[in-house]
């Protein structure tokens, strides 16, 4: 494959100020819904799970990895997967402070971006 400069273009792309504004308020708006996936407690439940499925198990293949960095690690993802299940349970506990959180960021947002109030998504 021929790599040469003439067939890639290695400077910035520049972009229109209305191209800008739309990425930015298009970022914006991911971001808002990356907080509110963040802020259901099944999303961490599911992290928990995936953290727990990941720990050593007898018969894995464990390479050149010893029995004390296999312990350490297993140690390490138990723990992490508790503490994501402390977290489901904390969003459980205060779902009321949270969504209050999110909406008043998204008006923030749409204020900001001239966006038509009610739900951006």
């Excluded at 520049?14 to 819904?33: H, K, N, V």
């Excluded at 004390?68 to 205060?94: G, I, M, P, S, W």
């Excluded at 402070?97 to 999110?102: F, H, K, M, Q, W």
Aim: aromatic residues 8%.
């Amino acid at each position: 494959m021929d790599t040469s400069d003439a067939q890639y273009d290695t400077t910035r792309r520049q972009y229109a100020p209305t191209e800008l504004e739309d990425f930015l308020s298009q970022f914006g708006i991911r971001m808002i819904q990356e907080a509110m996936t963040a802020a259901v407690p099944s999303t961490w439940e599911r992290r928990a799970d995936t953290l727990d499925s990941c720990r050593p198990k007898q018969g894995d293949f464990a390479g050149k990895a010893t029995p004390v960095e296999l312990e350490t690690r297993d140690l390490k993802l138990a723990e992490q997967a508790e503490a994501c299940r402390l977290h489901a349970t904390f969003l459980r506990a205060y779902p009321d402070v949270l969504a209050e959180t999110i909406a008043a960021d998204v008006r923030t947002l749409q204020e900001e971006r001239g966006l038509p109030s009610g739900n951006p998504f």
